[in-house]
């Protein structure tokens, strides 16, 4: 049974609770996770991936139970970008890509030419190249997160989670992140990001999900969930969309 499900997931921590959250990825599809700050997105997918453990509910991958694998039979299937990483010891860029290779090398593997080879590849997919002998400590923000993606497909994971992978890019980089986990989709690999512009979600997402307090409001695809008092229910602002060049774009109601 292929797919990423989350079935019946509940959580919950202090007065938050995650509610009964049934979701499915399959292979070859690209889900976002959208909806206000504190609905519970980043939490939800920390679920997912097996972080945390839900109370109730299960999560399977490929019809295995997330918590019943090991940390490297997990690394395998599952690819994670973390929506937060502070960088410790000065690792030269590529090996920092490199130690994405440690779930299929074991904790005393050495990486081979292959890795080297696969590493450099991903290096220069985005745009870090020129970066590879220097300290990842010395790249901004935005290359940091970069250097998470790529460091997260080394292992050719069958699913990619991502959590904010936009965050702290410009436009060009944000856009190059989205292309290029597409293709990935395109290719087969169930990805699940979480992203708090809905419009990049509307340009790139198979399906979207709506989540507002802990629970999803609606899924679908982009033009089912992309309604005008729904999203504005969610978002607690009144919201529009609007045609421009062909394309649907949600915006406030500005009252000029």
Same mark, same amino acid.
């Given at each position: 049974m292929r797919g990423l499900w989350a079935e019946e997931v509940s959580y919950s921590y202090g007065d938050f609770r995650i509610d009964g959250v049934n979701l499915k990825v399959n292979p070859g599809e690209l889900v976002?996770?959208?909806?206000?700050?504190?609905?519970g997105k980043s939490t939800l997918l920390k679920l997912i991936?097996?972080?945390?453990?839900?109370?109730?509910?299960?999560?399977?991958?490929?019809?295995?139970?997330?918590?019943?694998?090991?940390?490297?039979?997990r690394a395998k299937l599952l690819g994670f970008? $973390?929506?937060?990483?502070?960088?410790?010891? &000065?690792?030269?860029? =590529?090996d920092f890509v490199l130690l994405g290779a440690t779930p299929e090398l074991g904790p005393f593997g050495t990486p081979g030419k292959k890795h080297r080879g696969k590493a450099r590849e991903l290096l220069k997919t985005f745009g870090l190249d020129s970066y590879a002998e220097k300290p990842y400590t010395s790249l901004s923000g935005g290359q940091i997160r970069l250097l998470l993606t790529a460091r997260a497909l080394m292992t050719s $994971?069958?699913?990619?989670?991502?959590?904010? &992978?936009?965050?702290? =890019?410009?436009?060009?980089?944000?856009?190059l992140v989205?292309?290029?986990?597409?293709?990935?989709?395109r290719e087969g690999v169930g990805v699940l990001l979480v992203i708090h512009?809905?419009?990049?979600a509307y340009l790139f997402a198979d399906r979207l999900v709506l989540?507002?307090?802990?629970?999803i409001i609606a899924q679908g695809k982009p033009d089912e969930v992309f309604d005008e008092m729904l999203l504005s229910e969610a978002y607690g602002i009144e919201l529009e969309l609007i045609d421009c060049s062909?394309?649907?774009v949600l915006r406030p109601r500005l009252e000029v």
């Open positions: 976002a996770l959208i909806g206000p700050n504190g609905a991936y097996g972080t945390l453990k839900p109370y109730k509910g299960r999560v399977l991958v490929d019809g295995r139970d997330i918590h019943r694998l090991s940390p490297g039979e970008v $973390p929506q937060n990483h502070v960088p410790t010891f &000065p690792f030269k860029v =590529l $994971p069958r699913y990619l989670l991502l959590d904010e &992978p936009t965050s702290e =890019l410009d436009l060009k980089n944000a856009l989205l292309q290029t986990v597409k293709k990935l989709a512009d809905p419009n990049l989540m507002r307090d802990g629970r062909g394309e649907t």
